[in-house]
């Protein structure tokens, strides 16, 4: 599945950058591009970094630092270069000023005619980002005709009391997931990726990274050519099919003991080792791979299960599972099982399961995306920031009124002063 990805704000942009350096490491290792453009152009062809602020634009090692792939705004206007200083109105008014600059860089030099979809990126908590990212997926939306997804980063719990980051998200989930054109919504918890021990800046390198990488398999096992790592294929169709509404993925690795690798089923039906391998291993290669399905499903980008009689279930309209590792772990039996699983933890819900055999020869992983996800605690995230929103805006209001009136009251004892 190939994409063209536009992060907005700084910290859309430096996911996206993340996505520069995964696309590398997948064209060098697999020779498997992800992002649109030919052999002999650069990786970062079909990548573009949006923002106001043109010091944000300077940390991006990945994506070119050109105005062919990074579009500076406002620069005609009072910003200046500046940023949007966690106004997210102003974000989005800039971007609708600067729609034929969006458009235009993207369109000549992204070769988005190639590309299956598009994925524009930002976090929610900032100005930049959250204020544009819905403006930018209609502008491509309407132009280019494709699917476009969006990706939006929720802010860490520290954030919650600040009313600028969460009265910023609120409005940016409101508008990308109620109001906007956007196929699909994936939604990320910033929280779920931090380590307390690290400092912020290891962090926030750690987070875009594991974000990024959570799309590796699912991007490349469509456009893969060798012949030895093609399985049950699922290609860019089944994908877009299941994308929509508001959207989570998540993936989970274990390491395959050496000593219990085995072959594929046709492989064992074929050897002349198979009378000789104990049913002990089939067994623990089972169960290890059922621990991976249910781990994707725990390390969704957002926790969005609900309890029923004791289980975590999830509320869902489609899941899709992917699993990737040695040729001799991808066996029927265990795709069924992957099925099956989410069968029964995704009741009700629309099934794509498919394999990426052979690429890894030392660990297994299965990648879940579960779509147009409803009751559960991704739904009770998004209902608190509402409300929360509604809650601090009222409170703003109210002080902003009594500091009016209480000045009001000063400046009458002035009065009798006389002006200089």
Same mark, same amino acid.
């Given at each position: 599945?190939?994409?063209?990805? =536009?992060?907005?704000?700084?910290?859309?942009?430096?996911?996206?950058?993340?996505?520069?350096?995964?696309?590398?490491?997948?064209?060098?290792?697999?020779?498997?591009?992800?992002?649109?453009?030919?052999?002999?152009? #650069?990786?970062?062809?079909?990548?573009?970094?949006?923002?106001?602020?043109?010091?944000?634009?300077?940390?991006?090692?990945?994506?070119?630092?050109?105005?062919?792939?990074?579009?500076?705004?406002?620069?005609?206007?009072?910003?200046?270069?500046?940023?949007?200083?966690?106004?997210?109105?102003?974000?989005?008014?800039?971007?609708?000023?600067?729609?034929?600059?969006?458009?235009?860089?993207?369109?000549?030099?992204?070769?988005?005619?190639?590309?299956?979809?598009?994925?524009?990126?930002?976090?929610?908590?900032?100005?930049?980002?959250?204020?544009?990212?819905?403006?930018?997926?209609?502008?491509?939306?309407?132009?280019?005709?494709?699917?476009?997804?969006?990706?939006?980063?929720?802010?860490?719990?520290?954030?919650?009391?600040?009313?600028?980051?969460?009265?910023?998200?609120?409005?940016?989930?409101?508008?990308?997931? +109620?109001?906007?054109?956007?196929?699909? =919504?994936?939604?990320?918890?910033?929280?779920?990726?931090?380590?307390?021990?690290? %400092?912020?800046?290891?962090?926030?390198?750690?987070?875009?990274?594991?974000? %990024?990488?959570?799309?590796?398999?699912?991007?490349?096992?469509?456009?893969?050519?060798?012949?030895?790592?093609?399985?049950?294929?699922?290609?860019?169709?089944? =994908?877009?099919?299941?994308?929509?509404?508001?959207?989570?993925?998540?993936?989970?690795?274990?390491?395959? #003991?050496?000593?219990?690798?085995?072959?594929?089923?046709?492989?064992?039906?074929?050897?002349?080792?198979?009378?000789?391998?104990?049913?002990?291993?089939?067994?623990?290669?089972?169960?290890?791979?059922?621990?991976? =399905?249910?781990?994707?499903?725990?390390?969704?980008?957002?926790?969005?299960?609900?309890?029923?009689?004791?289980?975590?279930?999830?509320?869902?309209?489609?899941?899709?599972?992917?699993?990737?590792? #040695? %040729?001799?772990? %991808?066996?029927?039996?265990?795709? +069924?099982?992957?099925?099956?699983?989410?069968? +029964?933890?995704?009741?009700?819900?629309?099934?794509?399961?498919?394999?990426? #055999?052979?690429?890894?020869?030392?660990?297994?992983?299965?990648?879940?995306?579960?779509?147009?996800?409803?009751?559960?605690?991704?739904?009770?995230?998004?209902?608190?920031?509402?409300? +929360?929103?509604?809650?601090?805006?009222?409170?703003?209001?109210?002080?902003?009124?009594?500091?009016?009136?209480?000045?009001?009251?000063?400046?009458?004892?002035?009065?009798?002063?006389?002006?200089?």
């Amino acid at each position: 599945m190939k994409l063209v990805v =536009v992060g907005t704000g700084q910290g859309g942009s430096n996911i996206a950058d993340e996505f520069v350096a995964l696309g590398q490491w997948v064209w060098t290792n697999r020779r498997v591009r992800i992002f649109t453009g030919t052999e002999s152009d #650069p990786i970062a062809k079909g990548v573009f970094a949006v923002n106001l602020g043109a010091g944000d634009l300077y940390g991006l090692e990945h994506i070119p630092q050109t105005d062919d792939h990074t579009i500076l705004l406002g620069t005609t206007d009072e910003f200046r270069g500046r940023g949007a200083g966690k106004v997210n109105a102003d974000g989005a008014e800039q971007s609708r000023r600067d729609s034929r600059k969006i458009v235009s860089t993207i369109r000549d030099h992204g070769d988005v005619y190639t590309a299956d979809a598009i994925m524009v990126i930002a976090t929610t908590a900032g100005g930049t980002g959250s204020g544009s990212v819905g403006v930018i997926v209609d502008l491509l939306k309407e132009e280019f005709k494709k699917p476009v997804y969006a990706m939006l980063v929720l802010p860490f719990e520290n954030q919650y009391d600040e009313p600028d980051s969460v009265i910023n998200t609120a409005t940016c989930l409101k508008k990308v997931i +109620e109001n906007s054109k956007a196929d699909a =919504v994936f939604l990320v918890d910033n929280q779920k990726f931090a380590r307390k021990q690290d %400092a912020m800046g290891v962090n926030f390198a750690t987070i875009n990274r594991k974000i %990024a990488d959570s799309f590796m398999d699912i991007l490349c096992v469509g456009e893969e050519t060798d012949r030895r790592f093609i399985g049950e294929v699922l290609d860019a169709n089944d =994908v877009i099919r299941i994308l929509k509404g508001p959207t989570v993925i998540g993936v989970s690795h274990v390491a395959v #003991p050496t000593s219990k690798k085995t072959k594929s089923l046709f492989g064992r039906l074929r050897g002349p080792d198979r009378a000789q391998q104990h049913f002990s291993v089939s067994k623990a290669q089972i169960e290890r791979a059922q621990n991976v =399905v249910t781990q994707a499903l725990s390390e969704l980008s957002l926790d969005c299960e609900y309890v029923e009689e004791g289980r975590a279930l999830y509320d869902a309209q489609h899941v899709l599972g992917l699993f990737s590792g #040695p %040729a001799g772990e %991808a066996t029927e039996e265990i795709v +069924e099982m992957m099925d099956n699983t989410f069968a +029964e933890l995704v009741p009700g819900a629309g099934r794509r399961k498919g394999t990426y #055999p052979g690429r890894t020869s030392d660990t297994i992983s299965v990648t879940a995306i579960v779509a147009n996800i409803g009751e559960g605690k991704a739904m009770d995230r998004i209902e608190w920031f509402y409300r +929360e929103a509604a809650n601090m805006m009222n409170t703003s209001k109210d002080r902003r009124e009594g500091r009016g009136r209480r000045w009001e009251d000063i400046s009458k004892l002035s009065d009798v002063l006389p002006n200089l």
